[in-house]
């Protein structure tokens, strides 16, 4: 079971840092997606990570402003979010990804190749 924390209500321009745990399991044979769901829209893709961070993902409109990264010591993986718009305004989620078990690389994730995820947290970005 995964779990997402660290969301909240930030101004324009600021920053987040979003944290995925698991209980139960450890992470590190895994690659990692984090996907976001705003209301009335489907849940996409933002970002993933490899099992060793060797592989990384962004979706486009977030690149050169939210870097993932991972502890795998702390059975971690995080998602530092800079320069935060109202449009990232969504509930955050991480999840396992099935095609990156065992080795040290991630492709776009797609919803379709998740293997578990969790409780989101969500992020509003608002004046």
């Known amino acids: 079971q995964l779990q997402a924390s660290g969301g909240g209500l930030v101004q324009p321009g600021g920053s987040l840092r979003l944290s995925c745990r698991a209980s139960g399991s450890t992470l590190d044979y895994y690659a990692i997606g984090w996907f976001r769901q705003a209301p009335g829209k489907e849940r996409e893709a933002v970002s993933g990570?490899?099992?060793?961070?060797?592989?990384?993902y962004y979706q486009d409109s977030v690149k050169g402003r939210f870097s993932v990264s991972r502890d795998n010591a702390k059975n971690t993986v995080y998602l530092q979010m800079n320069n935060l718009k109202p449009e990232d305004t969504a509930v955050y989620y991480c999840a396992t990804l099935r095609s990156g078990y065992g080795i040290d690389w991630v492709g776009e994730p797609a919803l379709a190749d998740i293997g578990s995820w969790g409780q989101g947290t969500q992020v509003t970005v608002s004046s």
């Open positions: 990570i490899s099992r060793r961070g060797g592989s990384i």
